[in-house]
């Protein structure tokens, strides 16, 4: 499934004032990794990073809703400027209505991307609901979008790429760093 600028999804990408991430499937790959201590790593793309900074320096908020507990997903969104940060979420839905009323939007004006079925209350609720390419099949099947890269390795950049882009705002973000 693409997207292109004239596309239905890119209207839907037009109307986006949130966008809210899960984190393991779609911030990164998907593995965990542990060290002998139970110590847990995780890896993050900094083009993903990237991404994120460009969507809040465009006055697009970001939020993460995930199902495990992390320091580290804390520090990093954290270095991001992401201030909506939502973990260990068994009922991702009560974090998702927590979150439009924290941020006064409502659910059509917010996107989401998931990878799995814990995802689907949410992305069934959303203006615009996305899938890592590398998502579970049936949750692909209920989402608008389909990213072409897998999560961990860039998609949050193409999402945020697209939503810029389709809010003609990608081009003048991009330019700046032309100086």
């Known amino acids: 499934m693409t997207a ?3 596309s239905s999804v890119a209207e839907r990408a037009r109307q ?9 499937g779609v911030l990164t790959d998907g593995g965990l990794q542990f060290d002998n201590r139970g110590e847990e790593y995780k ?6 990073g990237h991404g994120i900074r460009m969507l809040l320096d465009s006055t697009i908020e970001v939020a993460v809703i995930t199902g495990r507990e992390s320091q580290i ?3 990093r969104m954290l270095d991001l400027g992401v201030k909506h940060i939502y973990q260990g979420c068994r009922d991702k839905l009560s974090a998702f209505t927590e979150l439009l009323q924290t941020t006064g939007l409502e659910s059509g004006q917010a996107a989401y991307v998931g990878d799995d ?4 209350p949410i992305l069934q ?4 609901a996305i899938a890592v390419n590398n998502a579970h099949a049936f949750v692909k099947q209920h989402c608008d979008w389909v990213t072409a890269l897998p999560g ?8 945020s790429d697209f939503i810029l882009a389709s809010q003609s705002l990608l081009e003048a973000r ?3 760093y032309l100086k």
């Not at 890896?43 to 993903?48: A, E, G, R, W």
């Not at 609720?125 to 615009?128: E, L, T």
């Not at 390795?153 to 193409?158: N, S, T």
Request: no cysteine.
């Open 43 to 48: 890896t993050f793309n900094s083009l993903d």
């Open 152 to 159: 961990g390795k860039g998609a949050v950049r193409e999402i």
């Open 174 to 176: 991009q330019k700046q």
């Open 4 to 6: 292109d600028a004239n």
């Open 16 to 24: 986006v004032r949130l966008l809210i991430l899960d984190v393991d």
């Open 73 to 75: 997903v804390n520090h």
């Open 125 to 128: 609720r959303v203006g615009f």
């Open 117 to 120: 079925l814990p995802d689907l």
